[in-house]
């Protein structure tokens, strides 16, 4: 009888969802170039660190300058590291032990770094899936001065300060530039082709 009390309080205990862990505080660690020459992309890396969701969703990047480096020291200089996992895994919604969730949940965990450096935000465990397929985007392909390289051929003052995205269009990765609605281009995740229309929708959750 003990026995099978005892197994019957382990199984209630694995049945508990994982739950969300507070998150830390704000580190430098993995911030390259702090904190006036940041490059936002391999800065991934450490965002990553902070989180256990491990499917990148996308990248926003503000006041990217045109040697694709964020000042985080003064200015609008920021960026945005969404974050989620496959349906049903990760930290979740509370249910009662032995209850099935109501619906599939992905979570999404967002990192932002800022003048602070990287500062994770909140898990949200309740945060829903994309759709029926949450295909993951790959590691970057290009680097945020590669995409400023890629504006100049357009004529694109060097002295702006430029809205960057990398995040999944309909046609695959795809980087997103803009500065003040002014300038505006998608290019493919390789750098290599332009997107127009409908490939180019998406955005970064």
Partial sequence: FLL???LSVWAKERSRPEKAEPPGPPTVEGVTGFPHSVDPVTTLQGARALTK????RGIVMEGVRSDGTLDLSEGPGRARYSFQRPPGHGPQPHREPGTLPKRASCGKQNVQLRKEGLVAEPDLSDYPC???ALEPLPEPQCSAKEIWRLARKRKVPKD???HLEYYRAKAGP???FEISGTHRFTIYGDCKRELHGAEAQGSVP
């Fill in 4 to 6: 099978c009390l005892a």
């Fill in 53 to 56: 969701r491990n499917l990148l």
């Fill in 130 to 132: 994309a759709g029926l």
């Fill in 160 to 162: 702006g300060l430029a």
């Fill in 174 to 176: 795809a980087w997103r």
